[in-house]
C-alpha cells in the first residue's frame, strides 16, 4: 500500500563448495554479506541483513524494518534483491584463505502492485 512500510526478505546461508585440485581436498566457502535492496520504483538500500518477517523480527505488522521500503505511488513494481557474498577458500585441509572481492547474485524479479487505500463509510 502507499505509504506503508512494505517488507522484505530473503533467506540465505553460507555454503560450501568442496573439491579436488592437484590430487588434494579442496573447498572454497561463500557467505552472504551485503544486500542491495531493489525496490522497483528507482529507489534501493543496502543492508548486511537479510531481513525477516514482522513476526520473527517480533516487531508489529505495517512497521518499518532495516529492509522495508515505503512507496509514495500507486505502481506496478518488479523489485529485487542482490546478495553479494564473500569468499575464502582452503586447499588440503589447510587454513582458510580470504578471496579479494565478492560474488553476486540476483534474485529473480517479484511483481508487486502497489495500491492505494481508501475507506467507505456506510450505512446499515
Known amino acids: ?4 512500510p512494505a517488507n522484505f526478505w530473503t533467506s540465505v546461508s553460507p555454503v560450501t563448495v568442496q573439491g579436488e ?7 572454497v566457502r561463500f557467505a552472504p554479506r551485503l544486500y542491495e535492496w531493489q525496490y522497483g520504483d528507482g529507489e534501493s538500500r543496502t543492508t548486511t541483513t537479510g531481513g525477516s518477517s514482522w513476526s520473527g523480527a517480533g516487531q508489529e505488522e505495517l512497521s518499518a524494518t532495516a ?3 515505503v512507496y ?3 505502481i506496478t513494481a518488479q523489485a529485487a534483491v542482490i546478495v553479494y557474498w564473500s569468499a575464502e577458500y582452503r586447499f588440503a585441509g589447510g587454513a582458510w584463505v580470504p578471496v579479494a572481492g565478492a560474488v553476486a547474485s540476483t534474485s529473480p524479479q517479484q511483481r508487486m502492485l502497489v495500491v ?8 446499515r
Open 116 to 123: 492505494k487505500e481508501r475507506t467507505v463509510l456506510t450505512a
Open 72 to 74: 509514495t505511488a500507486k
Open 21 to 27: 585440485l592437484l590430487g588434494e581436498e579442496a573447498d
Open 67 to 69: 529492509t522495508s521500503h
Open 1 to 4: 500500500m502507499v505509504g506503508v
